[in-house]
């Protein structure tokens, strides 16, 4: 099958954000339901230290995708809400890293099920073989343009 054969509004829902839009939506209202203060934005960054305590901001800029400005906003208002805090590097003070605070940590138990369940809501008819599929191609594509953007 080639691409002139795929629905075009379908494609470029995916591909301009609006996925990643609405489940940023879906996010947001579920976390504001449930009394979590975060947005998805500060989910990635939060969920990122949890299974990495104690990282540079550019590591968070890299794993994030997201430019410096933003990241320091991002950690600013974490530091702000007491779920972060930034201490110099050690061999260069010019370099931030990144801790959890305990409240921080504390928040992943309460964050983490609604972000499953929304997961779940989102891919609601799709088995395994589908999710793994889909993994696969955006992560390809998404490499893809990581590369072109690195030329």
């Not at 889909?134 to 990581?146: P, S, Y």
């Amino acid at each position: 099958m080639n691409l002139e054969q795929f629905n075009p509004e379908m494609l470029f829902a995916i591909v301009s954000g609006k996925l990643s839009a609405a489940i940023n939506r879906q996010l947001y209202r579920s976390f504001r339901k449930s009394g979590v203060d975060i947005t998805p934005e500060q989910w990635t960054v939060l969920y990122y230290l949890w299974s990495k305590d104690g990282v540079t901001q550019q590591e968070l800029c890299n794993v994030t995708f997201k430019d410096k400005p933003s990241m320091t906003r991002l950690i600013d208002n974490l530091e702000k809400q007491s779920l972060v805090v930034r201490s110099p590097g050690v061999s260069d003070r010019r370099i931030n890293i990144i801790h959890l605070t305990e409240t921080g940590k504390n928040l992943e138990n309460e964050a983490k099920p609604i972000v499953q369940d929304i997961m779940k809501k989102a891919l609601d008819g799709l088995d395994e073989k589908d999710v793994e599929v889909g993994f696969v191609l955006l992560t390809r594509v998404f490499n893809n343009l990581k590369t072109a953007l690195d030329d």
